[in-house]
């Protein structure tokens, strides 16, 4: 059986479905077109699954510092509480995240930009979730998981680790030289590793970042790899 790895990307999100060494990237648009590709068993999204209402993920936490050696904690944004799906404002999110939260926090430029993703996934996961989605990052993958990757995606020195890196694993050339025309190369090396995160969440061999605890929907709040 197949799994699938997710990593969003401006024109909707990447997937690379792996099954033994063979990776076929994707050019997925929707949360639909993710959930509908066939007979795969995991999927491993980077993106946030479980949200708190009130504060930081202890996953976030957890995973920040994991990384902070390696120079690549900023690599984690911390996820907004779920009061900011309710709007695509700015400003307005930034309102209801200070009313939420003890102290006060705001999400960042950055982290807002993802809500709507974050929003299409969570009603695509249904109540109860879907258990065969999982929260993965491809950070922890590439620096913890995988090993032999010190330096920045998107250099010159970084590429060639992650792909020497996903190589041990996946036939990951072959699958880049037929990649959906205009997927980037950062989006596509990263929906690999997510799905390689993802056949050891299949395989039963994964480690995970997080306290355990499910959100309000009973999303759990942890990330995986």
């Given amino acids: 059986m197949a799994v699938l790895g997710v990593d969003g990307w401006q024109l909707g999100w990447v997937g690379a479905r792996l099954e033994g060494r063979a ?3 994707l050019d997925l648009r929707t949360v639909a077109d993710v959930l509908a590709v066939p007979d795969v068993e995991v999927i491993g999204i980077d993106m946030p699954i479980g949200l708190s209402e009130d504060g930081v993920r202890r996953c976030d936490v957890d995973a ?3 990384l902070r050696s390696f120079g690549a904690a900023s690599s984690v944004f911390p996820a907004p509480v779920r009061a900011v799906l309710a709007t695509d404002d700015y ?3 930034r309102r209801l995240s200070r009313a939420a939260t003890t102290p006060p926090r705001a999400p960042s430029a950055q982290t807002f930009q993802l809500v709507r993703s974050i929003r ?3 009603d695509a996961l249904g109540d109860p979730p879907t258990e065969r989605v999982v929260e993965v990052h491809p950070e922890l993958a590439f620096r913890i998981g995988l090993t032999g990757v010190p330096d920045r995606k998107g250099t010159a020195r970084g590429t060639l680790q992650r792909l020497a890196a996903l190589r041990t694993g996946m036939d990951v050339e072959a699958a880049l030289a037929e990649a959906p025309v205009g997927v980037p190369m950062v989006d596509a090396l990263d929906a690999c590793a997510a799905a390689w995160s993802a056949q050891r969440i ?3 061999t994964a480690e995970c970042v997080g306290d355990g ?3 309000s929907r009973g999303r759990p709040m942890r990330i995986c790899w």
């Fill in 91 to 93: 400003a307005e999110a």
């Fill in 202 to 204: 299949a395989d039963g």
């Fill in 23 to 25: 990776v076929q990237l």
């Fill in 120 to 122: 299409a996934l969570d």
């Fill in 64 to 66: 920040r510092e994991l």
């Fill in 213 to 215: 605890t499910r959100d």
